[in-house]
């Protein structure tokens, strides 16, 4: 048990920590002020220094690296912010995920590559009305006619609805009931049938587009199937990496904040002497601290035991749901210790406060995921309905 990165990964690290903290910081501002997601020609620069396809295999225009290495990366571009680091969840630990594992060939062999040289973005739609948590009371219906596949519906809360190029499509397929019939359909953006609804205005996540999406009779080739009637299954175990990369924006979240006041408490001064000089100051520090450190040990356990495959869903579902609580505290004590309404917006900790709380909402709110652990300590499956 080596808890040390390779001097691999530590060259991979350095890279992106380099690119993130030099060319970022600006950009990050601008989509705070526009909402607006990361531009095309950033999406160029990503994918030149290979962030966008870490974990994509060679073959496929990536690095063929490991998952963690992925979240190594990750995590260095959150702790600028969570929009600038949103093409990098997407592509390495989002639905191109799905697409690479579950597409079939030619679907795969088209859509990854583009996605790793930063042509195209994936977006997860999931989510509805009437179903969240209860992804298995899914109402989006699809159909098989022929060579085609018809989908209607209404989804709700998609980060990067009206935006992305592509669309990974949860939904039920006709005659079969229950969590069996769900499955997943990919949906290119110019799909007759296919609109959106107008920008969430939400707490954070600006930057991150949110929208509803409407499939009114969507067809698409039956080759745009991911997974069909029972295979529920297939979809959330690969959905484990997603959760991870969930974690991992939590963390980048309080990483980001901790590096900020850790700077700040050493010059800002109160009676004569930095504010750092004070017990109740560094009492806080190494509180944040912990946790931190607690947090990315989780997401690295969990990341490594998986390799190149999927992490074991009680350690992902673990560390999501450490990080997702972990985060609202030390953002919380970072906007305390920066003085509250005073310099946290202007170093950006209140931005970082306001993004930390979607993480413990997106991919499973923070008491499925208890649910979900208890559940793994007892062996059997709890009703998320008591």
């Not at 509180?287 to 992490?311: F, K, Y």
Request: hydrophobic share 40%; glycine share 12%.
């Amino acid at each position: 048990m080596d808890f040390r990165l390779s001097d691999d990964q530590l060259a991979l690290q350095d890279a992106a920590r380099k690119f993130a903290t030099s060319e970022l910081p600006a950009l990050a501002r601008d989509l705070e002020e526009t909402a607006e997601p990361v531009p095309h020609d950033w999406l160029k620069r990503y994918a030149e220094m290979g962030f966008l396809g870490v974990n994509t295999p060679t073959d496929l225009g990536g690095l063929g690296r490991p998952l963690i290495d992925a979240l190594i990366v990750l995590e260095e571009f959150a702790k600028i912010s969570v929009a600038v680091a949103f093409p990098v969840f997407e592509c390495c630990v989002g639905p191109v995920r799905i697409v690479e594992r579950l597409g079939a060939p030619e679907l795969r062999d088209r859509l990854v590559p583009r996605a790793a040289a930063g042509d195209l973005l994936v977006a997860i739609s999931m989510s509805e009305p009437d179903a969240g948590s209860a992804l298995t009371d899914l109402k989006t219906r699809a159909r098989i006619e022929g060579d085609e596949i018809v989908l209607d519906g209404t989804k709700r809360w998609c980060s990067g609805a009206g935006h992305s190029g592509g669309y990974v499509v949860f939904c039920r397929f006709e005659g079969t009931e229950a969590a069996k019939g769900i499955g997943a359909v990919f949906v290119e953006m110019d799909t007759p049938g296919l609109s959106f609804g107008e920008q969430e205005q939400l707490m954070g996540f600006r930057g991150v587009p949110s929208a509803d999406i409407f499939l009114d009779n969507v067809r698409v080739p039956k080759s745009h199937l991911l997974a069909g009637p029972g295979e529920f299954g297939k979809l959330m175990g690969l959905f484990n990496i997603e959760r991870l990369g969930n974690a991992t924006m939590a963390l980048g979240c309080a990483a980001g904040a901790l590096e900020t006041v850790t700077a700040y408490v050493q010059e800002r001064r109160q009676f004569g002497k930095p504010i750092v000089d004070f017990q109740a100051v560094q009492l806080r520090l190494g509180d944040m601290a912990c946790n931190v450190e607690a947090s990315r040990l989780l997401i690295h356990r969990a990341a490594a035991n998986g390799g190149h495959g999927l992490p074991d869903p009680q350690e992902a579902s673990i560390a999501k749901c450490f990080a997702n609580e972990m985060t609202r505290t030390v953002t919380a004590d970072a906007l305390q210790l920066m003085g509250g309404y005073g310099y946290a917006r202007e170093y950006g900790i209140e931005q970082k406060f306001r993004d930390s709380f979607g993480w413990g909402i997106a991919g499973g709110a923070i008491d499925i995921q208890k649910v979900n652990i208890a559940g793994g300590l007892v062996g059997r499956r709890f009703s998320q309905r008591g």
